[in-house]
């Protein structure tokens, strides 16, 4: 595991480094996860997490794997999150970052309550979805699961319901509404 952090990210109007930014790669066997920070004062905290694992893992720790996922997005104030396996992280690899479109749907995904209102802009498609489970998170935002497990057969046709469901565009880059994550 290595982690890292730099004293600053770059600020564009004043031209010098301000804030901190950091990351966090973690592997072990059976999985990895990342996470990576940005205390920027003028943006909103872009904290994310990616948690992956292979099947005997998470047959391993099924019965804990969602109270895990929720005390790491708690734990590293994330706006955005998710666990899968590996395979649907490559199927639905998009270039880009998180100020620039939303990763996926997978397995369990966290979505902030910037995302959430973003998701449910003009409608309430997120809650709409037929998830197998979603639920309110004990600091706002919503975490919704795919399947039962992340290995289920029906889980890559899903994935693309779901992103269908909520607009294709705001999983690809291509929206113009896309949140502002700048703290105004």
Do not use: C
Request: net charge negative; hydrophobic share 40%.
């Amino acid at each position: 595991m290595w982690t890292k952090q730099e004293p600053g990210v770059y600020d564009f109007e004043t031209n010098k480094m301000i804030g901190k930014a950091g990351g966090m790669l973690g592997k072990g066997k059976g999985f990895w996860f990342s996470t990576d920070w940005w205390l920027d004062p003028n943006e909103l905290s872009l904290n994310h997490l990616t948690l992956v694992l292979n099947k005997k893992l998470f047959n391993q720790i099924k019965k804990d794997n969602l109270t895990l996922f929720e005390d790491l997005v708690y734990s590293f104030e994330a706006i955005y999150g998710y666990v899968t396996e590996e395979e649907a992280e490559d199927r639905q690899h998009t270039t880009g970052t998180l100020t620039e479109r939303i990763p996926g749907v997978f397995w369990l995904n966290f979505f902030s309550p910037v995302f959430v209102d973003y998701l449910n802009k003009d409608n309430n498609l997120l809650f709409e979805f037929p998830w197998e489970n979603i639920k309110d998170f004990k600091k706002g935002g919503v975490i919704t699961q795919l399947t039962e497990s992340p290995f289920d057969k029906t889980i890559v046709d899903l994935e693309k319901k779901a992103q269908e469901a909520l607009g294709l565009s705001k999983f690809n880059g291509n929206v113009n509404d896309y949140p502002n994550l700048r703290i105004l």
